[in-house]
């Protein structure tokens, strides 16, 4: 039967043949990657095991936080507006907890508690140093968590340390601290108000006093008891519009103290957000502040009106008009607010500090406040020059009469309100005291949260396996050779057969035949062992090659490899031990002139060969050299020539091959490699097929291409390829080591192992 032999692959579409990868390839890539792996998977998870089982337990407490608004207190002092919003306080609350400040707190709280020799950060390190201060502020602040609770006012404080009591024991002094501080902050502002007002007020009292002692000696001197109805009236319009005044200029002192305040906490907190910050404003922003003013001026001027035509006693109501004022000025306190928030959150102020970003919200809303304070006083002191005027017409003894009566009125009024703000002030002080609220003091933890052995454990040995699995898979990646006959047939070449290993260290202990007193080698396995798996695998090649006729008979078989050590001379000995036991009278010449090997292998001498030939000094009849081997001849390589290309491209190596094919059945020819040297090129287009060798795990496929465009661009006939020490077990695994090796090798054997 003749079959044609493929046509060589056009090298130019050769990528483009390349199939993609199969699930079994995946699946045979990490059985070959088996060590790989189980070594990453072994080192990682000792490496995990080790850190878990010899790192320090790590303790963690946790408290809870109730950061509580100021809602008891509906009015504020002096209609002063609530600054932020709710979400605003919690995030600037946590990082106020995490700060500095209250680390520093803790460390001097710590300093001077009794249990300073059970905190782990007061004893002396390894080397007998001590940590200094700022140290041990850092490893609170490292060691802290702060969380928020969704949906919810609490802020959950975690700490973890080297003990129970240590993490739990410094989570409450931290929360402690915190409301502490909290509530020193809180109380500042509301505290020097009171303060402020208790100082009026002391004064005031003072005033009252001698106000009504200089009215009761006027009296009597002058010996007049009262006012007529008409300057009454005037006298109590002015002490009533001298009362607002004294009111307004009250609380505009109150509110420049709170914004001092305010420049002066961001001046500690930011020195590059200035002294000033009330002019970072918008034009917006500037346009509410002056609307502000002029509605505060507006229903100050139309208050005085309604109190100057009120009858003396009468009670005055607050009728639609001062409504609609007092919504308004509203409207525009909280539309300020909320601008001066958005300036704050789009960036145009640079403030990297979160917990500066209400004060300076603060301050410009402040800024506002003020200029409509200062619009109050100027348009109650025209109302009040108005009334002057109107006194100045009295008679002299009556104006002075009216004059200490208002002045009386005033006092009294003043003292009146600044009584009633002294106790909406001590009202205040104290909600603002009680902002932060511990739900939960930290208790000892039972269990360390590190290291967690489990999660631990397991991360080990799911980060083992992808390590090795991943190795295994860029190796694979890397790795540019071929190592299974659907690796070559992917380049689009044919395989004829493919050669299991050789396991020399085996063959080495059975009894090796000599040829003429010189030791054979084992890897002449097909005679060694011929019940071999091996030795079936080139009575494959045989067969094929048998098979592969065209026009003639295949009688001249050129044997080469793209590089060196892939086990070409080896091959071509084997071939022709199996074509010699089928029959066939065969010749093997070492071609290879540059590392000759067949001349070892058969145990000959190679000094005699075929360069003695063809330089003219060796008879024909004298050439191929009896073997152990029946109807085979070696032809060695003799004395290595300088020039071994010019010598095979000679017209006497040609007439050589002819002699040979009429006086043997088969001729092979050992060749140096295709792409070191030239040689295995000349003698292809000499010949009636060429074998291609290439060695499983170390001939890349970027060779084997580069020997098949060589050998084509000589028209040289490659019969195929033969894939040599193909490792069946380390690809496909050894159920099919079981079969392949049990059929071919282990026949005669009633006892069966199996290699699983």
Known sequence: MESKVPNMPDISEIDDQEKPLEFADYLRILYRGRWIIAISFITVLAATLIYTFKTPPTYEATTTLLIETNNSVEQSLFNLTSFGSQANMLTNQMEILKSRNIAERVVHFLEQSDVRDSISFFHPLDDGTELTFNDRVEIIQESMDVEP???????????????????AFIANAIANQFAKQNAETNRLEVTEMRKFIEGRLRIKAKELKESEERLRNFQQKEKIASLDAETTQLVQQLSQTESMLEEAKIELHAKKQLLDNANKLLDERKKALGSNLTETSTPYIQALQQELADVEAKKVIYLSAIKASAQPGQTIYFDDQLKQYDEKIKALRAQLNKEAQKLVASGMVSDPLKISEDLVAKTITLSGEVEAAKAKIKALQDVLARYNQRMTQLPDKVLQLARLQRRKQVDEQTYIMLTQKLEEAKIQESA????????????????????????????????????????????????????????????????????????????????QKLNNGHRVEARLITHIDPKSPVSEAYRTLRT????????????????????????????????????????????????DLRRPLIHSVFGMDKDQGLTNYLAGSLEFDDLAQDTFIDNLKVITSGVLPPNPSELLATQKMKDLLKKLEEKFDIVIIDSPPVIAVTDATILSTIVDGTLLVVYAGQTEREAIKRATMMLSSVAARLLGTVLNGFDIQGIYGSYYY??????????DKKKRRRFF
Request: charged fraction near 25%; glycine fraction near 8%; charge should be positive.
């Open 432 to 511: 603002q005291a009680r902002n932060v609220r511990i739900i939960d003091k930290a208790i000892k933890p039972l269990k360390p949260v590190k290291p967690n052995k489990k999660m631990n454990i397991m991360l080990g040995i799911l980060l083992g396996l992808g390590l090795g699995i991943g190795i295994t898979f860029m190796l694979e990646y890397l790795d540019r050779s071929v190592r299974k006959p659907e690796d070559v047939e992917r380049i689009g070449l044919n395989v004829l057969a493919t050669i299991p290993k050789i396991e020399i260290e085996k063959l080495a202990k059975a009894k």
């Open 149 to 167: 609770k969704r949906d919810t006012d609490i802020l959950t404080l975690k700490y973890q340390a080297g003990s129970p009591f240590e993490a």
């Open 738 to 747: 079981y079969y392949y090796h049990h059929y071919y090798g282990m026949a």
């Open 544 to 591: 094929n090659l048998q098979f592969s006729k065209v026009e003639k008979d295949l009688r001249t078989i050129l044997v080469t490899s793209a590089g060196p050590k892939e086990g070409k001379s080896t091959t071509a000995a084997n071939l022709a031990i199996a074509m010699a036991q089928a029959g066939n009278s065969v010749v093997l010449i070492d071609a």
